[in-house]
């Protein structure tokens, strides 16, 4: 191979790598005379050299693919069952018409007015059992007045506020410290049967009645309210109030400024808390206006 060209070793020799005993060329090759005469006995005994194990062998067929295995028939898919139709939505439910709420307050022009609307007033459960219609005292106008929680002993048979002999000592000490009638409102225009002025009921009816003695105020020309009692006070301010720490302090209501006292009632069966409730009274006595 000495005398073949490098192209032509680099092609025997490819040609021996994929196993051909023989390497065929487009055209016949011409070897030199030495070159042929040195080749022809070595080619003559590998012809007659028996095959050996490590010899090649004759290269192979192509291998042939097997026959691709037939798919199994895809398998049958159980009927399902149809679902149900779904139902229809249920009607919505129908609106009810909101609860009616009771007619506001009108605002009256005179007391006459006022007092007739509130003895026909139904806007709580006191107007539909009330026994007796208490709205205020025999004064009218005042430069102070007195709020009371409702009529109390003879009030009711006698038709006003603080008109019962309880009220008699409370009279004579506001007289004694200069002070003039006072117009009385309550926080309930009806007496209720049973006080139940600190359940969610009693707030309720105590905002019902609410606009009548505050119409009763505005009407007055009171500069000054003086409370009895701290029931009626933690229902006009609206909230709970430390007893008797709160008795004495002053606060605002309905624009006036008021201070809250012990009730008639209790000073006439404690006659020692008359300093205390004369103190009020001398309080209510130093407001702007009141004389």
Partial sequence: MSALSPLLKAWVRAQRDLGCDAVIFDQPLVLPEPVA???APRQA???ERPASSGARSAPREPYARPEPMPRPAPMARP???ARPAAPPPPPPAPIRPAPIR??????????PELEAHAKACTRCILGKDREQHVLSGSVRTSSWMVLTLFGWGEDPANGELLSGSYSQAFRDLARSVGLPEPVVGAVFACPPKNPVDQTVQGRIEATRCRPY???????SGAKAVLVLDHKAAQLAAGKALEWPAYRGRPFELEGVPAVATHHPARLARQAALAPEVEADLR???SFPGVA
């Fill in 37 to 39: 005469a040195a080749a």
């Fill in 45 to 47: 005994a590998a012809s």
């Fill in 79 to 81: 009927a399902m069952a």
């Fill in 102 to 111: 009771p007619a506001a307050v009108p605002t009256f022009a005179s007391f």
């Fill in 213 to 219: 003695w505050s119409q009763i105020l505005k009407q």
């Fill in 283 to 285: 309080q209510i006595l």
